[in-house]
């Protein structure tokens, strides 16, 4: 299967807006999901990634829509903003594809591993910060894979003013509850992944560009 093609859009501006408004919808739902979440006494965050079990995989389908409180909901919400965003600059389709990459790889992962630690407590992984932490990444790597100008501008961008977020990432094993490094480390590696495989189309044209350079008559 090769990724797919390289988008072309109608001008910045008009994608921007489509991006934007994608979002903005998005964090939306989050806040509608954590106000049904409240009024039903929680019962949507059982819902969550609870690693290694059967049923706890459905969780990584919802998981990233659910929050342990309104203090969690808000620490996501400008990074999940920006972040986002910046990822459908590289275009929706690129956006959607990147994010679905993401989601069901990072929550896997999370699954897989959610469960390490000292403790050995049942866990339960809820929260955007996977999400979040894919889309970090992703931009922090797609614009040198591709060697697009802008992309590589916004990635050391994002490095500058959330670099120092993927200490998140970082395994802590003698600490149980609280933050979930798991979620935070398979999301960013799911990003990773999602860079190198949607810029497929600009690394093949390299690839073919340096063919025909070497094809040429006295290169070396």
């Known amino acids: ?46 819902n969550g990634i609870r690693p290694l079990q059967t049923d706890g995989l459905w969780g990584i389908v919802f998981s990233p829509l659910l ?6 909901l808000v ?12 990822v459908t600059l590289a275009g929706m389709s690129r956006f959607v594809w990147a994010t679905a990459i993401i989601w069901i790889l990072g929550g896997l992962g999370t699954w897989l ?29 797609f614009g040198w894979l591709t060697r ?4 590589i501008v916004i990635g050391l961008v994002v490095m500058f003013v959330y670099g120092g977020v993927l200490l998140g990432a970082v395994p802590v094993l003698d600490r149980c509850g609280g933050v979930s490094w798991q979620g935070h480390l398979c999301g960013a ?10 810029s497929g189309p600009e690394r093949e044209a390299r690839s073919q560009k340096r063919l025909q ?3 040429l008559p006295g290169s070396s």
């Open 1 to 46: 299967m090769s990724p797919p093609p390289t988008e072309t859009s109608p001008g910045r501006w008009s994608g921007a807006k489509v991006g934007g408004a994608t979002i903005l919808s998005f964090v939306a739902l989050l806040y509608l999901i954590e106000l049904v979440d409240q009024l039903t006494g929680h019962s949507l965050d059982r």
């Open 67 to 72: 929050h342990a409180n309104w203090a969690h």
């Open 75 to 86: 620490a996501n919400t400008v990074p999940a903003l920006v972040l986002g965003f910046l």
């Open 113 to 141: 591993i959610g469960g390490l630690g000292s403790c050995r407590l049942p866990t339960n992984h809820i929260g955007a910060s996977g999400l979040i932490f894919g889309w970090l990444t992703f931009l922090l790597v």
């Open 148 to 151: 697009h100008i802008w992309q």
């Open 189 to 198: 590696i799911a990003g990773v992944l999602a860079a190198y495989w949607l």
């Open 213 to 215: 350079h070497n094809a």
